[in-house]
């Protein structure tokens, strides 16, 4: 079973930045698709950003721009940084890894931008 760990959320100010991570186990993470997703209260959970195995990017119309996915297979971390937040950024943010049968999401990180 892979183990998917979430760090760095917190509260900021509109227009700040924030940095997450996402830790995964297993041998093969150089081939996973990663992924950040968010939830806001009473929404369901979206799609914010993505990276492949070769390193392509896919974004969120809301976020492109702003926000940036990376990994870094020696780690076995996957980042999201995130500039100019909006308080429509405020969300939980899941991390997930999935490679054929294998889908994994991590427990959530607050995120909450508020003057």
């Known amino acids: 079973q892979v183990q998917v760990v979430e760090s760095g959320g917190g509260l900021v100010q509109p227009g700040g930045s924030l940095r997450l991570s996402c830790a995964a186990s297993?041998?093969?993470?150089?081939?996973?698709?990663m992924a950040w997703y968010r939830q806001a209260p009473g929404k369901q959970r979206d799609l914010v950003a993505s990276?492949?195995?070769?390193?392509?990017?896919n974004y969120a119309d809301s976020v492109k721009g702003r926000f940036t996915i990376s990994r870094d297979n020696a780690k076995k971390t996957v980042y999201l940084q995130m500039n100019s937040l909006k308080p429509e950024d405020t969300a939980v943010y899941y991390c997930?890894?999935?490679?054929?049968?294998?889908?994994?999401w991590g427990q959530g990180t607050q995120v909450t931008v508020s003057s």
């Open positions: 997930r890894s999935a490679m054929g049968d294998h889908d994994y």
């Open positions: 297993g041998s093969l993470f150089r081939l996973y698709f």
């Open positions: 990276i492949i195995s070769g390193g392509s990017t």
